[in-house]
């Protein structure tokens, strides 16, 4: 740790950064732009200079770029020398010469770099007397929008967008003050992370379009804590409500987790809480029911004989919604709403996480991983976020490179043009393209059944006492080598698998390729699909086909789903045999859907934007949301419905969670995700407003003069209100980084351990699986299947937009979503004489379903990738053999 | 950016992909040989359209964005049609000193056009340009590849005769 | 193109060994011209009898210093590229033929009349750093340099200069001409890596030097035209004989020239260390009828002013910085009394903005706004304190504060203008409308 003066004071700072890092870290104000933490330095902004002294006589020092200084033992520098200041105002001044003068106007304002770095730089009063320079703005898709008047040209855009995440169609156009950031033509955005260039822009050029259809500042927004409801990964947000209606979702920062960065699906994907679908009063045999009591009464009766009740939860509600109706209809009652099939599966997940003697890692730890075997997913598709950790991971490489010629990491460019395409092994398994497969060392496409293969045959190669696979085919061992070598030869080797390829098998392979490894560096990565799979995972619960036959044999007569739609993903047949023979059925849900239509009893749910809740992600963390705003009268939290019919007693969120906590295995600690209700800080709660939350007395005086008194939050250590203690909130309560002179999400400097790092007080959440190494060996290996002439393999193709149902419900979302298709391999395609764009009919078993035709060469002959989720999918029959024929 | 390709071929010949990769063989990437390529295409075509661009990143593994950042950044690849003759007229300081401004203004009045503009019947666009490394004969003219030293009125005349009909 | 003085150098002639092939009513050298006056034999010697480093050695005793613009000594940076068995295979030596800076005018003249003399000094560049592969940057408007010199680059294969094994040793290499499409920053060494690599020619952070991660991350050198034209003569005649050719401090000799209104604006190669006004007058031949020296810029576009006063200084890298300026590339820009130094600086200003790149903040903004406030300030809407701004701003864009010299470059003419000529400029402001005087 590297001693340095700065300005006189000296400050012991972290070996390897640079002078911006450190003096950011140190807790002091320096401007910048073109760097980004995530990013590195590129030095092109010149808005970080400071004064170096090149010895202690010293006094006239030299202008550095801050960003592109190590530290060093005794460097001497000055933030406040006179010549550092001016430069740094006259940059700002610089870039002022062509900003517009639009801050009234811009969605920017308020939480806009800019404007704090212009303060901070002290730029007031303007010298330049000519002319701004114009440009046209482009239709970038329905999730950005673009005002190119207000660039300031830091290059971050570009720098993220193509660099970071791997995108190509934003680019840089132009030279000297003309240079334009945009697409070549106007069009839709492509890459999945393209909303981050809200975030990631300065200034106002690229915009949150939904938002800014319907704006208020950031101010103005009421927020709190939150965890995205659209995968498993569970990546931290801060989504924002002005009257009555969520306007945003942004990143809040985790430093284990999503970092700084969301993918589009999560930031776009909340427009459901605000549809017209949403369930706003209880109904009775679709008559709406007036008054709450009458509801739950109905419930109550309809629930009386607890054996006669089953209960069907759902991956998308809380732990605490799916432990109320466990405790409702009883363990044995106890469904997961997921078939028997994706029970085994989910169950194998849940089992190879905790039992496998290999790390956890956090996406964090993934990004530091230095190779990489995916075995059976599609990650931007599943899991986006830890497809853009893989994408850092593998520039590990370059990293070490970098640094044995002197370069340090951070020096962007230079690591980059010196790395050229050296990147560290990526292997990628799948039954189709991938959208990391630019960046692969290797990729192998087969059957489910031949991925778990490959990963048995990789696990044995490591490791001879793992059970080997006799009759690989020779292509394939060769593969089998060269993944095994790689990982073998890493020191920090991950695998991620997951539930993906919908094959257990699968799974069991990446444990024991993780259990083979012998670098103590390995870990093992599972993904599985929705937010709260694995909390409802480790809650158990039967199959929907057991359900289906207690009410056939008429044991139970009354059926309570929550929060899910069974025609998504199981059978029709399967789901109309249950519901239609069952004599009730209750839906507790905050949308409406084939479900809902089915019930004698609907209940109207609060989503996540209403409630408090925990959901478990995939690496079995327990994370607290917290409700962003008011429901309205008729709606409550599921889990108060089912207490109120009966379920339990308990007084709040924290007295049900602490009981499943205490009632449940495994969940022990799941209470510590978040501070409990009576949680203060020098007696006040925490203000869901900001100090400067505007128009509150304004708000409803249409209605009334008078204002109505606040609502008071008696579930959260939360106030719907601006006072309180904002500042010294823990993490897991705080959800947006205000801080004195940083308006931005830059604020979270201020809360970081170091820039970068983890956030003051530890990073939120309680992990829940501690290691253990009790797997044994795996040994499960599918037999090697013939291609059935004429047949194809039905396998799931997910799609960012479009496989998570209840993104689909937002319209910014919807628009993304691909028409239902089947995707095959050209020589296929040829074959059945369609091109890419015909309809087509798949006939699975004897049903039949249209689809339009994708063409896919990495799709293995033989497979037909289909459409998962995506409206038009629902009850496919998985990993069955298809015909298909062009539609006549 | 533009689109305005007033081609029907829009394809990119065979003899034009030939010569794209024989300066793309000349890097270790391809992409080595995106100005070359575009070059290769405006030689042909005198600019180079949306439909050309495509196909040249195609050929060189590049993005339509990367090679279009790179095509804007250059003074010389044309995304937009010019005429059959470009003429350059040199702006910089010896040529400045010994009367460019009046050269340009001749031009201007002959053809009828500013800079960035064409004549209308597609012969001419005049340019400016930087120092052409022949300030010892200013000022200087490009017309196509060809250069013209200490220009005068008479020499303009000339210059500007030629004009196919 | 080169008046009587060459007219003398029809044999060889050591005095002159970058122009002595350069024949008057002779188009250009062709090899066997090149060849009869010991072409290639300087590249003989270097790598028949001498390994890599023995090859470096000459050249850093040979003092020969940079003639692109900043004069660095050629042997000391070969120096900072790997040698030996770790090094990495790959690695490139690059010539700097992007002449874009107002005023110069000197490389074209050695690409089109000597081709063989680049590529021979190319390859013994490359030798002696054991490049793979060699590049020359050519700007895009000079065809006629393209065609020469890819005509020497095939003859130079077949005659086994280029390819593999030259002249019998293990050295192979590869020669490649590369034609740019204008933009006056690739002449910038590590922007011209990056339009070489096909993107964006935008400078790249030093360090890492190129010769440590150049082109695509290997080590690579680059060199200016003339500089590589040294190499050959270097190796023929020994460093003795160019240490002899210098006047000044600096060896050997360099191509000076001169344009605006002299009476033979022309390019010659002289001593180094030849006085400013031997040039001038000499070579020059003086002032037009009727126009009076006010002042010049002594090596392009982005050097200081200089005075009539300054005209016995020796044209010597050290000796013109000691007077405040740059030797730069040697080719100077003369300011008559009747031209109006402010118009002259917008122009080199309007310039150097339209040449930004783009990618750093002080010139791609700044630039802009100094030719705002000229422009004002000729159009008669200047205010009191725009010359302080104008002053303010040359520190602002200073050395070191942009990304790359080209900010810097282009404050020099726009400072020194401000010091000597501030009556010039003090005049517009006198006057708030002034006409057009022309
Ligand atoms: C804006 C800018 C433009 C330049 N243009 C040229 C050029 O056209 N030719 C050249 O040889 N050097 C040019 N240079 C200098 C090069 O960066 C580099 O110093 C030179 O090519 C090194 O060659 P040398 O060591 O042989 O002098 C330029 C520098 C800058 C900052
Ligand atoms: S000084 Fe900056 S903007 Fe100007 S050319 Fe250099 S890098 Fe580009
Ligand atoms: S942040 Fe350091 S130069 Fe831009």
Known sequence: MPKIEIDGTIHEVEDGQNVLQACLSTGLDLPYFCWHPAMGSVGACRQCMVTQYSSPEDTKGRLVVGCMTPVSEGLRISLNDSEAVEFRADIIELLMTNHPHDCPVCEEGGQCHLQDMTVMSGHTSRKYRGKKRTHRNQYLGPFIGHEMNRCIACYRCVRYYQDYAGGQDLGVFGAHNHVYFGRSEDGVLENEFSGNLVEVCPTGVFTDKPNGKNYSRKWDLQTAPSICAHCSLGCNTTPGERYGELRSVVNRYHGEINRYFLCDRGRFGYGFVNAESRIKTASIDHQEVVGEGNAVEHFRGLVQIQETVIGIGSPRASVESNYALRELVGEDQFYSGWTEAENTLMETALRVVRETDAANPTLAEIERADAVLILGEDLTNTAPIMALAVRQAVRNASFDAAESVGIYQWQDAAVRELAQDLLSPLFIVSTGSTRLDDVATGVYRASPDEIARLGFAVAHRLDSSAPGVGDLAAAASDTVKEIAEALANAKRPLVISGTGCMTAAVLEAASNIARALASAGKALSVVVPDCNSMGLAMMGGHGLEDAKKVVEFGVANTVVVIENDLYRNAPRELVDDLLGKAKNVVVIDHSSHATTEKAGLVLPATSFAESEGTYINNEGRAQRFFSVMQPSEEMRNTWQWLADAGAGDWSGSDDIIASCGNGLLGFKGVEEAAPTAEFRISGMKVPRQSHRYSGRTAMRANLAVSEPQQPIDRDSPLSFSMEGAAREAPPSLMSTSWAPAWNSNHAIIKFQQEVGGSLQGGDPGKRLFQPSSEANWYDGIPASSEPVDRRWLVVPNHQIFGSEPLSCGSPAVAERIDAFSVTLNGDDLARLQIESGDMLELSIEGNTTIAEARQDDGVPSGIAAVGCGVPGSEGIAWLKQAEIRKRG | ?165 | MFGKFLKKSKNRNPDKPLTRNIVDGRAYATLSDYQSTGGYEGLRTAITTMDSLGVQQVVKDSELRGRGGAGFPTGLKWSFVPMGEKAPETKYFVVNADEMEPGTFKDRVLMEKDPHQLIEGMVIGSYAIRATAAYIFLRGEYHLSAERLSQAIAEAYQQGFLGKNILGSDFSLDLYLHSSAGRYICGEETALLNALEGKRAIPRAKPPFPQISGLWGKPTIVNNVETVCNLPHIFFYGVEWYAGLGRGKDQGTKLFGASGRVKNPNVWELPMGTPIREILEEHAGGMQDGYQLKGFLPGGASTDFMLPEHLDVLMDFDAIAEHGSRMGTGTMIILDDKTCPVKMVLNLEQFFSRESCGWCTPCRDGLPWVVTILEDLIAGKGQASDLELLEHQTKMMGPGNTFCALAPGAMEPLQSALKYFRGDFEKYLERPVVKEAE
């Open chain 2, 1 to 165: 950016m533009r689109d305005q390709d007033m081609r029907v071929d829009s394809q990119l010949s065979e003899a034009e992909i030939a010569e794209v990769l024989e300066e793309a063989s000349h890097y270790p990437e391809k992409s080595g040989a995106s100005i070359e390529g575009l070059k290769v295409v405006q030689k042909y075509r005198g600019w180079v359209s949306n439909e050309s661009l495509k196909q040249v990143a195609d050929l060189l593994d590049m993005s339509v964005e990367e090679l279009d950042g790179v095509a804007t950044f250059y003074n010389l690849i044309y995304r937009q049609p010019v005429g059959r003759k470009v003429i350059l007229c040199c702006d910089s300081v010896s040529c400045w000193m010994l009367g460019s401004d009046n050269i340009k203004q001749k031009i201007s009045d002959r053809l009828g056009i500013e800079y960035g503009g064409t004549t209308s019947d597609g012969e001419y666009t005049l340019l400016p340009i930087v120092c052409l490394g022949a300030c010892d004969h200013a000022p200087v003219l490009m017309v196509g590849d060809e250069l013209h030293h200490n220009v005068d009125e008479a020499q303009l005349d000339q210059i500007l005769n030629t004009r196919a009909s």
